[in-house]
Each structure stands twice: as C-alpha cells, then as structure tokens.
C-alpha cells in the first residue's frame, strides 16, 4: 500500500484524523482529501450480502460509495475490523459482538430519520420512537439482545447500559420454512391435485403416531414436518448453509436419555454456555445431524442432502424443472421468490411450490452498521445514501416515516411500481420490519403480483379441468392468503382446508399451532471458529 493511500485512508476513519489535522494545516488536509477524491475519484466501501439490494438503490450508494457484495458474513466483518469497510449490511449477532468489542458507531437518528433533538438526547424517548416504526415482533427482537450487551467481549460487565438499537438500522427480516414442490413428484401442477395432496400431507402431520417416539401430534415440530415431507416422496433436498441456523434446529432434538423422546424443550439461540464457561456447538450440530438422520434417512454427507449458501440457487434448483432437489430447508424470502416462479422459469407457474413453518424456528434481522472509526463526514454521507435508496419511499418529505399509506386503487399500483423501499423488498422478497410498510405490502403486493392477468392466464392453462367461475375465484382468494401467510412473521398459525378458506377442523376443533422464533445469539471469534471447523468437517463430503 502507498504512503500516499495510507495517509488519504486514515481521513476517512477517526483514528487517526486527530493527529494529521495537529501535524497539517486545515488546508493541507482538504487539499490532499479532495485532489485525491477528485483526481482518483476514490469512494470508501460500503457492504451488503449478494443480490441483496435492487439495482436502482445499488446505484444510488454507488455514486458515494464502492458497493461490494459478499457470500460470507465474516468477509464483511474483516472488512470492517481491517478498516477495509466504513459501513454495511450485517445480521443482528455480529452487530451485538461489534458493539461488544466497541466496534461500531451510534446512529444518528436526527439525521437518518429527522428525529428532533430532545428525543435523540434522551434514550427511553428514543427507544420509543424506535419502537413505533419497527413491527412489534422486530422490537422484541431487538430488546432481546439487552442482557448480551451488559458484558464486554471478554465477559466483564460495562457501566454504561447498551442497546442494539443505538448502533443498528434493521433492513429486512426472514424466518424458516421447509419448502417442497409438488409437481416433482406428481408430474402434475394443477391446482386441484396440490390440494388433495397437501390435504394428505396436513391429514398426516396432525395424526396420532404411537409407535414413533420422536413424533409430538400438532405441534409442527421441525422433526414431524420433515419426517412427514419425506414420508410423501421428497427425496432431494437443500438445505440453507448457514450454521447457527443449524444449530437452532438441533437444539429442538434434545434426547430426553429418561423417556427416550426428543424434547425442544431446551431450544436455543445460544452457541455458548455462558453459566458453566463451555461452548454448546458440539452437542447441537451433533442434534442436527441426528435430526436430519432421523426424519430424512439421510446422513449430511449424502448426495441427497445439499447445503447451498447462495438463496439464488437455493431458489432455482427447487424451481427448476430439470433440477432434482425437490424440497428444502430455506428463508421464507427466498421461498416467496420461488413462489413467483414465473420470473425465472416461463414453464413454471407462479404458486409451484409449497410451504409449512417448522415450531422451532428462528427470526433472522439484517442491518445498517458503521464501523466506530468512520468519521462524521463519511457517516453522514451514508445517512443521504440511505434515505435516498433503500429507505426512499419509506419516509416524508420532513423525513419522517410515512404512516397512512394512500390505498386508492391507482396510487396503490403506483407506489408498487415506482416506490424504491417497496421495490427493494420486490427485488429482494424478504421481509420489511417497519410496521407500515409492512402492513401495506401484505395488504396489497400479493394481490398484485396474482392480478387478472395472472387469473386469465391460469383458467387458459387448465380449462380442461371444467372449473365454474365459482371455484376458480375461491382458488385466487386461497393463492393469495396463501402467499400472505408465507410472507407473515408471527407467532400464531392456524390451517386452512387447501383450496378453500374455510378452517381445517378435526374433532369440532380447528387446528392452531404455535412457532417459537429464536433469536441467534452472538459469540466469540474464537468459538464462531470452532463451530465452522467442526461445522465444516461434518458435511464435509
């Protein structure tokens, strides 16, 4: 690196920027900053996960910044300890283990969102404003992270009180569903054969299996839904590669050595004991490949089970026709862009694939984050590129969010194709976490993506099933609650008849269950090495 790069790169972090404006004139120091701007046309990184961003915003953060995308969380992180990356889009574990190692700066909410001073100046009226944007289930989450953030990164406890929500923006969110497509099996796609055949497949998740120790009746566990999918013929199956995830589901599998059965009872987040000192990933990973053992009969070095980081491809192989994988473990995003399969397959309908959410589950939240040593001028120029891409439609004029969404028919489709925050979310398909948009897109995005045009060109495809104009409009009501249930992060399910909109109903009593969303808890850089080594050695193949 160039003396030259060296001295232009500590003007753009804090650490260093004291020093030179004591050693340099204020001239000197503008002069070489801008010449060197200007001559090299030179722009501090700014990070995001691949194909995590639409193309309109990329270009906005693009004019002020080098827009780099990653595969791997920790390539990020080591461009942020490295002072390679001045901000970027991380996940909510790593921001907490950042703030843990003081890593990370505050956000300035007076500029990203126009709060007025006396609210950013005192905490408890912050975190209320806060909490009005954010949907409620993304506050809890956030909040959830409080006790981490009473102890530094060696474990001793810090005296100023923290919170996640001082030094993160969440973008977007995603939970876990086990995905699978019918017509890999059936070589049908017609409606009615999907019906009847998730009518079977729920009949045999909500049934009594005595002589199955490890089955608990209409409780969805993660065990009981895999079980069940496999049981129906899904045999080629991928697997979202994401470690800590892995580790969430394992910890469903906890073998109770008394009774003999699983219990997830004890499911967790957690990758380290912090009570007894000791790191838990062994015992989890080890659960996890129980659990796949268990309920798909296969081991995790099988060609039958294929652990994919990419949601692209993740996307793509359950979509695509000549593609074996015919169900999977993946983010309820990535599975609402394969629902839209059309996009990327014209053979394939929209509304191939099929979906249930596992009872052990996790809430994922990606966000904003600014490394502790980017300066104030740097900062702000993310706060502009922020609200004038991603965030661009989300918030007023006076800077504020945007509460009552104008929902006239022909505003309604303006705003779906032109507003840049709801085009991000298109372009992406996870989940938006501030409480407005998020009620507008659900309200009116599916609606949209399955409009007239898609309902015509179905009754054409399959007219040789005779269907009155009766149960074709009851088909599109359940195609879009359907997608509406994908989409919806929340506690609470209860199953509907396929094909209908009436409840399912056994025994006079409809069928509820209830999803635990864990949050993945941060740990160490020593400890997240050793869960990737001995991660790594497992599917190793």
Do not use: C
């Not at 009155?468 to 195609?479: L, Q, V």
């Amino acid at each position: 690196m160039s003396k030259f790069w060296t001295k232009f790169k500590n003007l753009v972090f804090n650490k260093t920027t004291g020093f030179l404006f004591f050693g340099l004139s204020l001239t000197s120091v503008l002069t070489v900053s801008l010449t060197y701007k200007y001559k090299n046309n030179f722009k501090p990184s700014f990070y995001n996960f691949r194909s995590y961003m639409s193309e309109d915003s990329i270009a906005r953060m693009q004019e002020d910044f080098d827009y780099k995308e990653f595969d791997e969380i920790n390539q990020f992180t080591n461009a942020l300890l490295t002072r390679k990356a001045i901000a970027g889009i991380g996940n909510d574990a790593l921001a907490v283990e950042l703030i843990k190692q003081n890593k990370l700066a505050k956000i300035d909410y007076q500029t990203l969102f126009n709060f007025d001073e006396e609210t950013v100046q005192d905490k408890n009226k912050l975190a209320n404003k806060l909490k009005s944007l954010y949907t409620e289930q993304i506050w809890e989450h956030l909040i959830s992270y409080d006790e981490d953030l009473k102890t530094d990164n060696n474990g001793k406890l810090v005296a100023e009180e923290r919170h996640l929500w001082e030094y993160f923006v969440p973008y977007f969110s995603q939970d876990m569903v086990v995905v699978y497509n019918p017509s890999k099996i059936l070589n049908k796609d017609d409606f009615e054969t999907y019906y009847e055949f998730d009518t079977q497949i729920l009949n045999q998740l909500i049934s009594e299996k005595n002589d199955d120790l490890k089955w608990t009746t209409r409780t969805f566990s993660d065990y009981d839904v895999l079980r069940t999918i496999k049981n129906m013929g899904f045999d080629n199956w991928e697997i979202t590669d994401a470690v800590r995830d892995n580790m969430v589901y394992g910890s469903s599998y906890r073998l109770n050595t008394e009774t003999k059965q699983r219990e997830d009872s004890q499911a967790t987040g957690d990758g380290y004991d912090n009570k007894n000192n000791e790191s838990i990933h062994k015992e989890l990973l080890d659960q996890f490949e129980e659990l796949i053992r268990d309920s798909l009969d296969y081991s995790l070095t099988s060609k039958k089970v294929n652990f994919i980081g990419d949601g692209l491809e993740l996307v793509d192989k359950i979509i695509d026709p000549n593609s074996q994988i015919n169900a999977g473990i993946i983010y309820n995003g990535d599975v609402i862009d394969a629902y839209l399969s059309a996009d990327n397959h014209p053979s394939v309908r929209n509304g191939a694939i099929r979906f249930i959410r596992p009872k052990t589950n996790i809430l994922l939240v990606d966000g904003l984050v600014i490394s502790s040593e980017t300066n104030n001028y740097y900062r702000q120029k993310v706060f502009e590129a922020v609200k004038e891409s991603y965030l661009n439609g989300l918030l007023d004029d006076n800077g504020n969010q945007i509460t009552n969404w104008d929902e006239t028919e022909e505003k309604v489709i303006e705003t779906l194709e032109n507003n840049m925050f709801v085009l991000n979310f298109d372009d992406t398909g996870y989940i938006p976490v501030y409480k407005y948009a998020y009620d507008f897109i659900k309200e009116h995005y599916f609606d949209y993506q399955l409009d007239e045009a898609y309902e015509n060109e179905m009754k054409a495809r399959y007219q040789n099933l005779n269907l009155s104009n009766e149960r074709w409009n009851e088909i599109f009501a359940y195609e879009k609650d359907y997608m509406k249930s994908l989409y919806d992060i929340t506690n609470e399910y209860t199953l509907k008849l396929p094909g209908t909109n009436q409840n399912l109903i056994t025994d006079s009593t409809k069928i509820s269950y209830h999803v635990d969303h864990l949050a993945i808890k941060p740990v160490n850089e020593k400890t997240l090495t050793d869960i990737q080594f001995y991660w790594g050695q497992k599917i190793k193949k």
